[in-house]
């Protein structure tokens, strides 16, 4: 940087800074939603579908977690929708509500634990039994 008398080097580095700062911004203003995980929202690999005859209880397997979502067969109006997974020796999480596509995520911890889904879409609803042994 080439100071001037008067301190114009100083004021262009400024300047510079600020427009580099702003440009930023606005590109953050402007960019796309972040993408999400195939599962929705569950990092990992899909290890086991549960079919029923609303929808299914998709489980995924990441290195140290396990996570489960309860998907409708037909996405549509909002309807009542349930999840839960328990680790084996562990409490269950889970998450329920009123949901047009599908209930979940829902994670836990689960180094060499088996698991435990339970699902509901609507009416119908199914359980995995102990999974990922």
Not at 97 to 102: I, K, M, N, P
Request: charged letters at 15%; proline letters at 5%.
């Amino acid at each position: 940087m080439v100071k001037g008398r008067n301190g114009r080097g100083r004021r262009a580095a400024s300047l510079g800074a600020l427009t580099a700062a702003l440009w930023l911004c606005v590109g953050g203003l402007f960019a796309g939603a972040p993408v999400q995980a195939a599962g929705g929202g569950c990092a990992g690999r899909l290890a086991r579908t549960v079919p029923f005859e609303a929808g299914e209880l998709r489980v995924y397997k990441s290195r140290n977690q396990a996570c489960a979502m309860a998907v409708a067969r037909t996405p549509g109006d909002r309807r009542r929708m349930a999840v839960s997974i328990q680790p084996r020796g562990g409490a269950p999480v889970g998450n329920a509500g009123l949901f047009t596509r599908y209930a979940g995520p829902v994670t836990v911890g689960a180094i060499n634990r088996c698991v435990y889904v339970k699902g509901d879409v609507g009416a119908g609803s199914a359980e995995s039994g102990w999974i990922l042994c």
